[in-house]
Nanobody, 116 residues
């Protein structure tokens, strides 16, 4: 049974940092393209980042490039999103998603709130 459980969200001030974790079960992140998406209130879902399997190449939305880093731990079967220099516009519910299209199976999400 495929399951994704996100954690690590919270409330931070602008300029702060958070690292989101996604525990995967029922499949292996090592051979599955994965992505992080977010949804802010009243806005469409935005794909933040994805990571491929063959060479581990990554991609980021322009809005987070240089501030966010996606990675995975194959041994633990986890996906991560390290977020630095957070801005108010990063506020939203973050999901890890199977695949790179942003609309695959996802977990329940973890809330990130950036506010002064």
């Amino acid at each position: 049974q495929v399951q994704l459980v996100e954690s690590g969200g919270g409330s931070v001030q602008p300029g702060g940092s958070l690292t989101l974790s996604c525990e995967a079960s029922g499949f292996h992140v090592s051979n599955t393209p994965m992505s992080w998406v977010r949804q802010a209130p009243g806005k469409e879902v935005e794909r933040v980042s994805y990571i491929l399997t063959r060479d581990g190449s990554t991609s980021y939305a322009d809005s987070v490039k240089g501030r966010f880093t996606i990675s995975r731990n194959n041994a633990k079967n986890f996906l991560y999103l390290e977020m630095k220099d957070l801005k108010q516009e990063d506020t939203g519910l973050y999901y890890c998603v199977i695949g790179t299209g942003g609309n695959g199976p996802r977990g329940q999400g973890t809330q990130v709130t950036v506010s002064s």
